[in-house]
């Protein structure tokens, strides 16, 4: 039992650890930097297009849905939603869990190439 909690203590603390140096790392101000830095992220890439096309898709791609709001503050939430564990974990945090229960490893390659990666080890194709 201790084993077990220490196991489950010392995986917190690289979760928090990773998750901090992300944190850590110089934080985009403006509208462009931070949707391409979302995009990488998610995509692999920065995408090419008109901001509001690509602030979209993203926002349909996390929450179904679109925001109302000024560009920077659509922008800003779903940046937060990504990155900033304040008051949840984030969406990398949470990725990088359950990526770690499945394959007892953390990938550092994009959103849609780990979801697809876990999709195929779970149900042998992707969704």
Known sequence: MKFR???SAMLSAVFLISSMGMAAASTPETVQ???A???KDTYGV???GALVERINKLEKDYDGTHRS???MARVNAIYDEVYTNSTHPSTLADLNAIEWNID???SMN???KRVADMEMSINGKTG
Do not use: F, N, R
């Open 5 to 7: 909690k220490l196991c």
């Open 33 to 35: 930097d931070k949707l």
């Open 37 to 39: 830095a979302v995009e």
């Open 46 to 48: 920065e995408q090419t």
């Open 69 to 71: 709001g000024s560009m």
């Open 104 to 106: 007892h490893q953390v």
């Open 110 to 112: 994009s959103v849609e």
